[in-house]
């Protein structure tokens, strides 16, 4: 009898592993606290070494399954990563349709759960009259935007770039126009097209799933968590963030520098699992962090230039020994102050020590989760995706962090790093931000408690 059986669902993830994290935290949750099984499927073409070794730490009621490559070959070289995975997903639907149909025989399948991007795919779920949701990665400032895509669209015929006003969305500071999520930046592009598809899908789905949780942006929480004619029902899940970093050896020496270090000292330095910077702007921040004089860590990579934009773009670690490309003497004259580490460091767990007291941070959504549910301010340097956006919601918006200034050419430069880093660390303003962040703590507490207690 299929009621008595555990339900089970299926979620599809995009590529990138700042999606995966978040659906295998609602994966886990669903697991451990209502006794579900999980099927994840993947597309085959971004699975790499780094998303085995994650999916292979999972818990075992969680199965991955592979749809077969999907040929792209006919795509224009130049396409956004985000439009590759749109046509994936929609080229996906037979391949997922016969993925589904023996799931729908041997378990109790309640629901599809698709990534941010594989809009597409939920038609496969639709045939078989399986509920198919959405998940969001990131925040409601993302999903505002995308429902009111449609209408800016009709709106104003130039690019958000060439706007003389800022863009107004309820529940926000006003947002400059090349502040605007970067996908959305080039109208003739094709992801903007396909941006507009994934508004009318989000619009069809039977639920759509936030990472967030409402203090955090209260306006839109409350707006979008309403019934409304028209669109689905929008529930924050969040914050969804692993609790520990996988261990390691590079780890553990980061965190054994961290427990000498004075309470509340440390400036963690870090932009995502892909951010890097020039040359010269890798430069003035190590002159700048040695300026300040505040204890740092770092988590360096390489220079840009030397970036590849291969298959593994997403993971991997930066080329050779980034730490090279350090000003001379940097480390010599920094040491015991600061530790900079090659590519990667064990982050939820920086952000969760004592001594950690502000994060100069990419504000990529997870690192931004991961900052306020441990209470710690930060300085915004995005770089990607909507991570501009997301800037101008945490700076102005939630009151929680401050930005740098950049000169003329685009370079924040060493002053002006030494100056903010300073001011958060040492300054009134930086006391201000500290805490408010410790109420943002508090709140992400409760959400998650509330998570448990409501579902
Ligand atoms: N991360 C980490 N160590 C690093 C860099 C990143 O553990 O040195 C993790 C971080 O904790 C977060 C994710 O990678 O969970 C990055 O996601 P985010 O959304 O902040 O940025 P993205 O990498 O997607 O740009």
Same mark, same amino acid.
């Given at each position: 009898?299929?009621?008595?059986?555990?339900?089970?669902?299926?979620?599809?993830?995009?590529?990138?592993?700042?999606?995966?994290?978040?659906?295998?935290?609602?994966?886990?949750?669903?697991?451990?606290?209502?006794?579900?099984?999980?099927?994840?499927?993947?597309?085959? /073409?971004?699975?790499?070494?780094?998303? /085995?070794?994650?999916?292979?730490?999972?818990?075992?009621?969680?199965?991955?399954?592979?749809?077969?490559?999907?040929?792209?070959?006919?795509?224009?070289?130049?396409?956004?990563?985000?439009?590759?995975?749109?046509?994936?997903?929609?080229?996906?639907?037979?391949?997922?349709?016969?993925?589904?149909?023996?799931?729908?025989?041997?378990?109790?399948?309640?629901?599809?759960?698709?990534?941010?991007?594989?809009?597409?795919?939920? /038609?496969?779920? %639709?045939?078989?009259?399986?509920?198919?949701?959405?998940?969001?990665?990131?925040?409601?400032?993302?999903?505002?935007?995308?429902?009111?895509?449609?209408?800016?669209? &009709?709106?104003? @015929?130039?690019?958000?770039?060439?706007?003389?006003?800022?863009?107004?969305?309820?529940?926000?500071?006003?947002?400059?126009?090349?502040?605007?999520?970067?996908?959305?930046?080039?109208?003739?592009?094709?992801?903007?097209?396909? =941006?507009? #598809?994934?508004?009318?899908?989000?619009?069809? &789905?039977?639920?759509?799933?936030?990472? $967030?949780?409402?203090?955090?942006?209260?306006?839109?929480?409350?707006?979008?968590?309403?019934?409304?004619?028209?669109?689905? =029902?929008?529930?924050?899940?969040?914050?969804?963030?692993?609790?520990? &970093?996988?261990?390691?050896?590079?780890?553990?020496?980061?965190?054994?520098?961290?427990? !000498?270090?004075? $309470?509340?000292?440390?400036?963690?330095?870090?932009?995502?699992?892909?951010?890097?910077?020039?040359?010269?702007?890798?430069?003035?921040?190590?002159?700048?962090? /040695?300026? !300040?004089?505040?204890?740092?860590?770092?988590?360096?990579?390489?220079?840009?230039?030397?970036?590849?934009?291969?298959?593994?773009?997403? $993971?991997?670690?930066?080329?050779?020994?980034?730490? +090279?490309?350090?000003?001379?003497?940097?480390?010599?004259?920094? %040491?015991?102050?600061?530790?900079?580490?090659?590519?990667?460091?064990?982050?939820?767990? +920086?952000?969760?020590?004592?001594?950690?007291?502000?994060?100069? !941070?990419?504000?990529?959504?997870?690192?931004?989760?991961? @900052?306020?549910?441990?209470? *710690?301010? =930060?300085?915004?340097?995005?770089?990607?995706? #909507?991570?501009?956006?997301? @800037? +101008?919601?945490?700076? #102005?918006?939630? %009151? *929680?962090?401050?930005?740098?200034?950049?000169?003329?050419?685009?370079?924040?430069?060493?002053?002006?790093? @030494?100056? +903010?880093?300073?001011?958060?660390?040492?300054? #009134?303003?930086?006391?201000?931000?500290?805490?408010?962040? %410790?109420?943002?703590?508090?709140?992400?507490?409760?959400?998650?408690?509330?998570?448990?207690?409501?579902?």
């Amino acid at each position: 009898d299929n009621g008595k059986r555990q339900p089970h669902i299926v979620f599809l993830p995009g590529c990138a592993m700042g999606h995966l994290f978040p659906i295998s935290e609602l994966a886990k949750f669903l697991i451990d606290r209502h006794h579900f099984t999980v099927t994840f499927i993947h597309f085959s /073409e971004y699975a790499n070494k780094t998303q /085995e070794a994650f999916l292979s730490s999972l818990p075992s009621s969680i199965t991955s399954l592979y749809l077969p490559p999907i040929p792209l070959s006919d795509l224009p070289e130049d396409s956004a990563i985000e439009t590759r995975l749109s046509v994936a997903a929609a080229r996906s639907v037979p391949y997922l349709h016969s993925l589904l149909l023996p799931l729908l025989s041997s378990t109790n399948l309640v629901a599809f759960i698709a990534d941010i991007f594989a809009t597409p795919a939920c /038609e496969a779920a %639709k045939a078989l009259k399986i509920p198919h949701f959405i998940i969001i990665p990131t925040n409601l400032l993302f999903l505002t935007l995308i429902f009111h895509l449609p209408a800016l669209n &009709a709106e104003f @015929s130039c690019d958000f770039w060439e706007l003389e006003h800022p863009v107004i969305l309820p529940g926000y500071p006003p947002i400059p126009g090349p502040e605007i999520l970067h996908l959305l930046q080039d109208r003739k592009n094709e992801c903007y097209k396909w =941006m507009l #598809e994934h508004a009318k899908r989000y619009r069809e &789905a039977d639920g759509i799933l936030v990472n $967030t949780f409402d203090a955090i942006e209260p306006e839109a929480a409350n707006l979008l968590k309403k019934e409304e004619p028209g669109r689905p =029902m929008v529930y924050t899940v969040g914050p969804l963030i692993r609790a520990h &970093a996988a261990a390691s050896e590079e780890g553990t020496h980061c965190l054994k520098w961290l427990d !000498s270090q004075p $309470t509340g000292s440390v400036l963690f330095v870090s932009f995502g699992s892909m951010g890097s910077h020039s040359t010269e702007q890798l430069s003035e921040l190590a002159l700048g962090l /040695e300026a !300040s004089g505040q204890r740092f860590l770092w988590v360096l990579r390489s220079p840009i230039e030397l970036k590849s934009a291969g298959p593994d773009y997403f $993971t991997a670690p930066s080329a050779a020994n980034p730490l +090279v490309y350090l000003p001379e003497g940097f480390l010599e004259r920094t %040491k015991g102050v600061g530790l900079v580490v090659p590519s990667w460091a064990p982050q939820v767990d +920086v952000l969760a020590h004592s001594s950690t007291g502000g994060f100069l !941070s990419h504000c990529g959504w997870n690192s931004t989760l991961e @900052s306020m549910a441990r209470g *710690v301010p =930060m300085i915004v340097w995005p770089l990607y995706a #909507e991570q501009r956006m997301n @800037s +101008v919601m945490m700076v #102005e918006g939630a %009151k *929680v962090a401050m930005r740098l200034i950049a000169r003329k050419d685009g370079i924040f430069d060493r002053e002006e790093i @030494s100056r +903010v880093v300073k001011e958060l660390m040492e300054g #009134e303003e930086g006391e201000r931000l500290r805490k408010r962040a %410790k109420e943002l703590e508090v709140e992400a507490a409760a959400a998650m408690i509330d998570l448990v207690r409501h579902q």
